[in-house]
Each structure stands twice: as structure tokens, then as C-alpha cells.
């Protein structure tokens, strides 16, 4: 099991936070089993911290919206703001960050895979934002949002310019009930930077093939091409 002073050394090397208290952290990593069944947290754990975590990373994402799509609708700006912060997208990342290693879970939350629940691990993701904004403000926690979402989005992590697999779907069902798969084709890399390989399928018909660095990112491009093929989109 890892311990609190290792996750300080990593996010100290690769996100130069450094906690003032380190109680704040310690919150954010302390699910309710453990807890219950450790006196010493005295019932602390990080369901309060991560309802804070959640308000401040909606707002650094609305701001960053916001400035940098000044042409964008306010139904687009939320379309686009639930994408990133959906649980699938905030488990991926703390699994880039490793919080599920240092989550503190109860002997049942663990040996059932706690840490491997995305909704565990988002919470736990939104509880660490949380913490870092408690311990350095709101300066803290938008350094640290800008290194781990900002640059996935420039990455292409997020389809920013719109949903293209509803787009698509909306496209083929104008003319009737389909179905519509996305086939994994190529998964390759090592577990910490995986890439993937996938191609849609319209009923039995193969259409274009996208990859990414997620498996979202490389449906959403092998949606677009498609799109494109189709002469839907330019």
C-alpha cells in the first residue's frame, strides 16, 4: 500500500504542489469505508471535499470556455463543459495521476475494486482538486487543472468542436432504426499511454477508422471522418 508521504513526493516532482496542511490531502484520499472502519479519521472523508473540488473545476472550466470560444452559444458551452467533466473523462485522469493508488478504501471497498469504480475514482479526483484549492486557492488548483485537462484538450483529448458520434447518429436514424457499433481494432502502448485504433460500424457496413489516445477520442475521429466521407461535414 502506498502512503501519503510517496503521493506528496509524486505531486510535489510532476505537479509542484506542495501542501501546506497536509490534513487537506489526506480528506481528499479517505474514502467513507475507510473511515468507518478507522477511529483515528475521526468520520473525515472526502464526500464534503469533493463537493467543493466539483464547484471550483466547473468553474475553471466555464472560465476557460468561456475566454476561448468567445463564438460558442451557452448550450454549446455546457454541451462542451459536461463532456470534459463527465466521470468517464475525470476517472481517466485520476488514473493518469494515480490517485487510485493512494486511495485509502475499507478491507470490502478494496477487495470488490473500489479503486478501479470510475465513480470512485472521480470523486477522488474532484476531492484532490478540492484539497488543492483549500490548501493553495483558487491560483493552486487552476495550475494544476491547466497541466492535467487544459493540455489533453490541445491534445485532442475532448472533441471540442461538437459531439460527432450523436451527430452521426443522428444522420443515419432520419431514415429509420440503425445500428450503429464502434469496433476496437488496435490497442497499442504501454498502460500509462495507450493508443487505440477504432472504426464505426452502420449496421453490418464498416465505415472510417479514428485513433486517439483514449478510446472516446478515436471513436469521435473515426465519427467525423465518417462525417466527412459522407460530405455531412467539411
Known sequence: MYSIEQFKEKIAKEFQIQFKNENYLKEALTHSSY???HK???GIYNERIEFLGDAVLELFISNWLYRQMPTKKEGELTKLRAQIVCEESLSTLAKECELDKYLLLGKGERASKGHENPAVLCDVFEAFVGAIYLDQ????A???LTQVIISKIKDGRFTLVGDFKTELQEYFQRNGNVNIRYELLKEEGPSHARYYTVQVHVNDKGYEIGEGKTKKAAEQLSARRTLEKLNVIS
Request: with cysteine; glycine share 16%.
Open 35 to 37: 473511515a468507518n472502519e
Open 40 to 42: 483515528d479519521c475521526k
Open 137 to 140: 486557492g483558487f491560483e493552486g
Open 142 to 144: 487552476s495550475q494544476f
